[in-house]
């Protein structure tokens, strides 16, 4: 079956800790994206990545880093230098948008709640 | 720029109807609506990419006015399992540039 995957589900980091939370599709998008969504904020972009080993700052990045080694995983790092980590984040992924043509329908995987002791 | 939704929630008996309206201070080129159940993933719903296009999917349809820079969904005779948070992300221009989501509308039928 295709879809994306993110794992863990639940996160617990401690201060001044460093957690990655993984994200993987075999669905041969392209693009991938990651959200964040706090109760009543809707979903705000962190990074998205249009391709292999290139990757843009969304509109929350500080705090923030991804690599894109693999067309299938883009996996975020949030760092100690994320003060409010605590969110649901979501991942998720599209075809590359043609020529001229709109942004793709964007899937997204079933997300990883991230808490802090 | 974040588009702006309204109403934020709704509480709806089965049956009736209601209207989410989404709209942006800046042109649109398409908009895409979402249906998010508590705790899990967004859902796909439709994409609407020109002015005056309106598209259906059961008793769930939406339409897009280009000049008012601004989409409606209308969700018909509502059912319990419409209950959700419905997110409408939009886009202002071709090509690959990623949604910007609106903060949602909390929808909740009732038998």
């Known amino acids: 079956d295709g879809g994306i995957t993110q794992s863990p589900k639940y996160l617990f980091r401690k201060e001044g800790q460093n957690v990655t939370l993984s994200c993987e599709q075999n669905l041969n998008h392209d693009a991938m994206y990651w959200y964040r969504q706090d109760p009543g904020q809707g979903l705000r972009l962190i990074y998205y990545?249009?391709?292999?080993?290139?990757?843009q700052k969304g509109d929350i990045a500080e705090g923030y880093s991804v690599s894109r080694e693999k067309k299938e995983s883009f996996p975020l790092t949030v760092t100690s230098a994320q003060k409010n980590p605590t969110a649901f984040y979501l991942c998720a992924s599209s075809h590359r948008a043609r020529a001229g043509g709109p942004q793709e329908t964007q899937y997204f995987g079933p997300g990883t709640r991230l808490l802090v002791l | 720029q974040q588009p702006v939704q309204s109403p934020q929630a709704v509480i709806l008996r089965e049956g009736e109807d209601a209207v989410i309206n989404c709209s942006s201070s800046?042109?649109?080129?398409?908009v895409h609506w979402y249906r998010q159940k508590h705790g899990e993933a967004p859902v796909f719903l439709m994409i609407l990419l020109k002015g005056g296009e309106q598209k259906g999917h059961d008793k769930i349809s939406a339409s897009f006015n280009e000049k008012k820079q601004q989409s409606s969904l209308y969700l018909t005779a509502s059912q319990l399992s419409y209950s959700g948070t419905y997110f409408c992300?939009?886009?202002?221009?071709?090509?690959?540039?990623?949604?910007?989501f609106g903060k949602g509308t909390r929808l909740s039928v009732i038998a």
């Open positions: 990545s249009q391709i292999v080993n290139d990757f």
């Open positions: 992300g939009t886009v202002h221009t071709s090509g690959n540039t990623p949604l910007v």
């Open positions: 800046k042109a649109l080129y398409s």
